[in-house]
């Protein structure tokens, strides 16, 4: 089983998902099923951001999953954003709804009604939730698996605040916990930054985002974004408290999401020919010990015992192993289907280190070998796994870093985009300006690509898409006489570029 | 604020749930909103059975909330249980979909085709999923929040076993974990038996069940179920194995699920006019703490500090407290509202109690007051906690146990299902005769309570309906000669009937 990761990107990534079983295809367009080795990285994922968002004070709750249209339709940029995607309840068994009802593609406008009635003093403030849920988005672009798709998962978070510096400060502790999510448990690293004017939520005031790119396929990817809403949510609905001097004061909310997208991330930046790369602290099983038989059954049966003595020694070090006890697998199967799976360590064990009381340990990751005594393994291990997940990292961003370009002048840029690269540039910050980007840039990036370039290329994915306004690259003012790449006019900030998921 | 659980159940219901910010009401009938005090809960219950169905193998993972209306047909049984509630999706913005999908009122149709996949040979069984997510069922019966509403929260554990011995072995693991979660966690007592054939679920062998009761109302409730579906879904969903000697093997299957209708059982049988009384080991809070305040503002802030001493030996002992330092209510008026929300341990702390280095301590569900030393709050509120849980759960099976009737004719019987109890009877076990004990018992309890007697009972809720066939009953073969009540012919088995929910 050979893929190749850098020749058919579309075709690898299909096949690893399925074939190390984290996702099985389903009869409606766009909806994936999560099997147990993907559903099992989530979980891990919701247990470090759940213990994150109580530590500041946040409750979960659960609102339901159906909206009128009327509420639907109350906060008109918001209704904008979301209507085409919106699937609609018209009929329960054979008879008609009286009104049609809304699936939430997310839940700004059927929580804040309840906001409303919850919020009469300042003293009602903060109000904090967050709730784990389905949400549907019924897409007419191409669906991929974690990545784009109908029906996914997500937590949201949905909080007000007597203060717009208050609100603030959240969305960026959110966005801090969303960066940490990716790099400290996927190995992903991320930009964080704002959103343009063009790309910010509908409704909000300004979006923070986390951003990562997918250095195989040359493009940016949205991984989680903090929303700060401002007073709009609270206008259209009416929520109202009274300030300590009984006066009238309209909260300032929040909202913020991370998806199973973030599954998906993880996969394509650390996938390899060979399938899957599980950075240790989300995969399911860390390490998997495979005995290796001999012809005579006894000694067989002997080093498989061994297997479990060493099993029991990762238990006491806290580390999620097992025993490959299959009869029926050679040792070559049972390495490529582990090396498939994406288990971070192989421990191979046959009768010559039991002689000399150490095991094999292969890293998933390098290939690296290491002979490791039993009595060494409590200890060794757990260190092992912690320098896999920190090189992950390390390496993931390396190359990440490799992508990025600073370009200054329009000349340079379309062909950049189009070698797979993140371009960054000063910017007048003009949202017709960002549209010139885009057009321009798919019509000169179709020329150099050609029209069928790249089979999965749909003509938006080609166009330059702005990121986000890194939050490092704008921690200075800009130096005085620095031009726009693109308008020539005086530059306002520096903003990042890519074709984009 | 005075209710009267006794005299106007349903009102006093609907009060409770709302002021205690368990839940709050919403725009599309049969749908609330889970408040954080109510979710918590629900958090706790997910852990406990999380682990338990982990132990013994069981993972997790999400499937689709879509289904063809082709899958959802495919067994017939099945679809005629639930295709009057199925809730429909037919358009996209404003675009009407090829084909109509149905949200899932239950995910059988949804996961079988998938098992067909999924197994090929024996060594891939068991397969044991579960899924924790929303579902739809879209009734027309009165909703009543937690315990009939049309969305609600859920898990659902799908299995597919090679021998029936290990499906019907795992049908009761699972429901001994269903009776701890009420038993242990929510101090509800629960009757474990078998559903009739007429009760049994739409496609299953056989219906294991337990049963609550809430006095209050005298009904019987469905508190969880663990179906054994034996090769029905098999059959229909094409899903087979070869055995180890090549043969056909068409798997067992069983299906079990547990949802948040177990917080409103909670609430209705320990609930009282003052309010929630919560368990203590599912309390999101289980001790606040109130400062009494004085005349002297100094004083009174050392009295806060104080608070906030006590609450360090509180969170050391592992309890979830929480001191009201709110300055604006009085002590009274912070009674009642904890009181309201059925938080297990008041302590108040007053001048008095800090010269003696004690604090007063209150029970909320006996009322009882006991002092306590600072010194002593780490070893004894724990065992203080522990003791309420335990008397909880034996004061409610006091009270349901005095509400089961024996009865053996049909002359006694209708009266003491009129007069709130359970009633065991023997009974011949046909389907036609349960059918027959239905619509006698309806019409004659009709003359009884007369046609308005109490205003939330429809024509159906006087119906006497079975409950179980308890297992405890009916471990023993009957009593030869023992008569079954209503058809007068030879008893199969005991059998528990109720009005119900």
């Not at 339709?73 to 699937?87: I, Q, T, W, Y």
């Not at 800009?478 to 020539?488: A, D, I, L, N, Y």
Request: net charge negative; hydrophobic share 35%; with cysteine.
């Amino acid at each position: 089983m050979v893929w190749a990761k850098k020749e058919n990107f579309a075709d690898w990534y299909t096949d690893v998902i399925t074939k190390s079983q984290m996702i099985d295809y389903y009869d409606i367009s766009g909806c994936y099923i999560l099997r147990p080795w993907s559903y099992e990285i989530w979980e891990h994922i919701q247990a470090y951001l759940d213990a994150k968002f109580k530590s500041i004070g946040v409750k979960n709750c659960y609102f339901p999953m159906f909206v009128t249209s009327e509420k639907l339709n109350r906060e008109k940029d918001h209704l904008e954003g979301f209507a085409p995607e919106v699937a609609w309840v018209t009929k329960s068994g054979d008879a008609d709804l009286k009104e049609p009802i809304a699936i939430r593609p997310t839940s700004e406008t059927i929580m804040y009604p309840a906001f409303k009635s919850w919020i009469r003093s300042h003293r009602d403030l903060p109000v904090r939730l967050n709730q784990w849920c389905n949400v549907v988005r019924w897409e007419f672009k191409n669906p991929t698996p974690f990545i784009r798709t109908r029906e996914f998962l997500w937590q949201e978070g949905h909080t007000a605040h007597a203060t717009k510096e208050g609100a603030a400060k959240e969305v960026m502790q959110i966005l801090e916990f969303y960066a940490g999510a990716y790099e400290e448990l996927l190995a992903v690293p991320m930009i964080k930054g704002k959103k343009s004017e063009k790309e910010k939520f509908a409704g909000a005031d300004y979006t923070t985002t986390i951003e990562g790119f997918i250095p195989s396929t040359g493009r940016g990817i949205q991984a989680a974004t903090s929303h700060h809403l401002g007073q709009n949510f609270g206008k259209m609905f009416g929520i109202s408290a009274e300030d300590d001097q009984g006066q009238k004061l309209i909260p300032y909310q929040n909202s913020w999401g991370f998806t199973t997208r973030s599954i998906g991330v993880m996969i394509m930046i650390h996938g390899d020919d060979k399938g899957l790369v599980l950075p240790p602290r989300v995969a399911p099983l860390q390490a998997v010990i495979i005995p290796i038989p001999v012809t005579d059954k006894d000694e067989t049966d002997k080093i498989h015992d061994k297997g479990d003595e060493v099993l029991a020694y990762l238990q006491e070090a806290g580390i999620r192993g097992e025993v490959d006890h299959r009869r029926l697998y050679t040792p070559g199967w049972k390495y490529n289907h582990w090396e498939l799976k994406g288990v971070p360590l192989r421990l191979e064990l046959g009768p010559k280190d039991i002689l000399k009381q150490q095991v094999r340990v292969v890293r998933r990751d390098t290939n690296e070998k290491i002979d490791i005594a039993f009595t060494d393994l409590k200890t060794k291990l757990p260190a092992l796994l912690e320098t896999i997940q920190k090189e992950m990292l390390e390496r993931a961003r390396k190359e990440r870093d490799n992508c990025i370009r600073i370009v200054t002048q329009w000349s340079d840029f379309v062909k950049t985009i189009a070698d797979g690269c993140m371009v960054l540039t000063p910017f007048c910050n003009e949202i017709e300006w960002e549209e010139v980007v885009k057009t321009r840039s798919r019509e000169e990036s179709l020329a150099i690509l050609g029209e069928d370039g790249e089979a999965d290329n749909t003509a938006t994915s080609v166009a330059a898409k702005s990121l986000c306004m890194p939050f490092e690259n704008n921690e200075m003012p800009m130096e005085p006489g620095t031009k726009c790449f693109v308008s020539g006019k005086d530059a306002k900030c520096w903003i990042l570029w890519g074709r984009s998921y």
